[in-house]
């Protein structure tokens, strides 16, 4: 069984995929099927477009799309995702990333899931950006019948009610967690603003998903969520579960040996492509190498569709040189403990 994790844009009934991360929590009871597969995505490959309505300034837009080698314009860069639509009713109807994204908003549930079924993927978290998506966001989660699973998104700046509006996403809407960019607030993970949402968090026994890599934003620290941060965090928060998202790099390494001390701890590595991970010099070693042994059951696999697409990310992440057993935790057999999720009774 398969799960993938996404993220919602801006207000309005759509479902726009930045994001996706899967964990795992200790006081979850274990998958009852340890096939089951869970994916977080990243960041929307038509980056301009989308990002200009996130939180990035124009010349990030065009450093992040030059980075990644693609952008609107490039007339190749939908071939890679016409094998995720295949056997959908898109097959064939869209030809750019910007259609396809249309399509999907347009459609909604049904459509986002038809899309989901046809790569084999269970289930996927879709993630608000700011509180006036908890509704929507609940909305989808409702059309879906479990298998779209929704994370509030919260920002310190909203104090004195972030904890109330955390309450009301999570006590009634029915969202199964939190998300936060230390980076987008331009405050480090462990700047006591956070604190309250990190408390609430526990409190009410939810993950909290932050983003922990770099980023791209020209007008805050690049180590907003350095591993040290994190580790902090975790050290105030034992209870907390938390999933560093994007994999830590460039900090791999000293990521893995804060998920090593601490239990509650989960990292995705969601959005990078995973053939890179075996590139020598690519700073990913450390993941294959504590992801395949001591850390199996914190490693969450996610594309960030549509930063990558879904049938890609699922074949390079099956080529890696990892144990069966740790190929089933990191494509879902974690992600369904963390999010308490059974196999549907077709699988």
Same mark, same amino acid.
């Given at each position: 069984?398969? =799960?993938?994790?996404?993220?919602?844009?801006?207000?309005?009934?759509?479902?726009?995929?930045?994001?996706?991360?899967?964990?795992?929590?200790?006081?979850?009871?274990?998958?009852?099927?340890?096939?089951?597969?869970?994916? +977080?995505?990243?960041?929307?490959?038509?980056?301009?477009?989308?990002?200009?309505?996130?939180?990035?300034?124009?010349?990030?837009?065009?450093?992040?799309?030059?980075?990644?080698?693609?952008?609107?314009?490039?007339?190749?860069?939908?071939?890679?995702?016409?094998?995720?639509?295949?056997?959908?009713?898109?097959?064939?109807?869209?030809?750019?990333?910007?259609?396809?994204? #249309? #399509? =999907?908003?347009?459609?909604?549930?049904?459509?986002?899931?038809?899309?989901?079924?046809?790569?084999?993927?269970?289930?996927?978290? /879709?993630?608000? +950006?700011?509180?006036?998506?908890?509704?929507?966001?609940?909305?989808?989660?409702?059309?879906?019948?479990?298998?779209?699973?929704?994370?509030?998104?919260?920002?310190?700046?909203?104090?004195?009610?972030?904890?109330?509006?955390?309450?009301?996403?999570?006590?009634?809407?029915?969202?199964?967690?939190?998300?936060?960019?230390?980076?987008?607030?331009?405050?480090? #993970?462990?700047?006591?603003?956070?604190?309250?949402?990190?408390?609430?968090?526990?409190?009410?026994?939810?993950?909290?998903?932050?983003?922990?890599?770099?980023?791209?934003?020209?007008?805050?620290?690049?180590?907003?969520?350095?591993?040290?941060?994190?580790?902090? /965090?975790? &050290?105030?928060?034992?209870?907390?579960? =938390?999933?560093?998202?994007?994999?830590? $790099?460039? $900090? /791999?390494?000293?990521?893995?040996? /804060?998920?090593?001390?601490?239990?509650?701890? +989960? &990292?995705?590595?969601?959005?990078?492509?995973?053939?890179?991970?075996?590139?020598?010099?690519?700073?990913?070693?450390?993941?294959?190498?504590?992801?395949?042994?001591?850390?199996?059951?914190?490693?969450? $696999?996610?594309?960030?569709?549509?930063?990558?697409? &879904?049938?890609?990310?699922?074949?390079?992440?099956?080529?890696?040189?990892?144990?069966?057993?740790?190929?089933?935790? $990191?494509?879902?057999?974690? #992600?369904?403990?963390?999010?308490?999720?059974?196999?549907?009774?077709?699988?």
């Amino acid at each position: 069984m398969r =799960i993938r994790y996404i993220f919602c844009g801006r207000p309005g009934d759509r479902i726009r995929e930045n994001r996706c991360r899967e964990r795992t929590l200790n006081k979850y009871p274990p998958a009852t099927d340890p096939s089951m597969k869970v994916e +977080y995505p990243v960041t929307v490959p038509d980056i301009i477009p989308l990002m200009r309505d996130y939180i990035s300034p124009p010349d990030d837009h065009d450093t992040y799309a030059d980075l990644y080698g693609y952008g609107s314009e490039n007339p190749d860069f939908f071939t890679p995702f016409q094998p995720d639509l295949e056997g959908t009713r898109l097959d064939g109807e869209v030809t750019t990333l910007p259609a396809l994204l #249309a #399509a =999907i908003g347009e459609g909604g549930a049904p459509l986002m899931l038809e899309m989901l079924n046809a790569c084999g993927v269970d289930a996927a978290v /879709v993630h608000a +950006y700011d509180t006036l998506e908890h509704e929507i966001v609940a909305k989808v989660q409702r059309q879906s019948h479990g298998q779209l699973v929704g994370l509030a998104g919260v920002s310190p700046k909203s104090r004195p009610v972030a904890e109330k509006q955390i309450e009301h996403a999570i006590g009634e809407l029915g969202l199964k967690g939190v998300s936060i960019a230390p980076y987008a607030n331009g405050l480090y #993970a462990d700047d006591p603003a956070f604190y309250p949402i990190y408390s609430k968090c526990s409190e009410l026994g939810v993950p909290i998903n932050i983003h922990g890599s770099t980023h791209l934003l020209r007008n805050a620290p690049n180590d907003c969520s350095h591993p040290s941060r994190l580790d902090r /965090v975790a &050290i105030d928060f034992p209870d907390l579960a =938390i999933i560093a998202h994007h994999g830590g $790099w460039p $900090w /791999v390494l000293e990521l893995m040996s /804060v998920a090593l001390r601490h239990p509650n701890f +989960y &990292i995705s590595p969601a959005g990078m492509r995973p053939r890179n991970f075996v590139k020598p010099g690519s700073g990913w070693d450390a993941l294959l190498q504590f992801g395949d042994t001591l850390l199996r059951n914190r490693i969450l $696999w996610g594309s960030n569709w549509p930063m990558l697409p &879904i049938r890609r990310s699922l074949d390079e992440i099956k080529a890696l040189p990892l144990r069966e057993a740790s190929l089933d935790a $990191w494509l879902g057999g974690n #992600a369904a403990r963390l999010f308490n999720l059974n196999p549907s009774p077709e699988s």
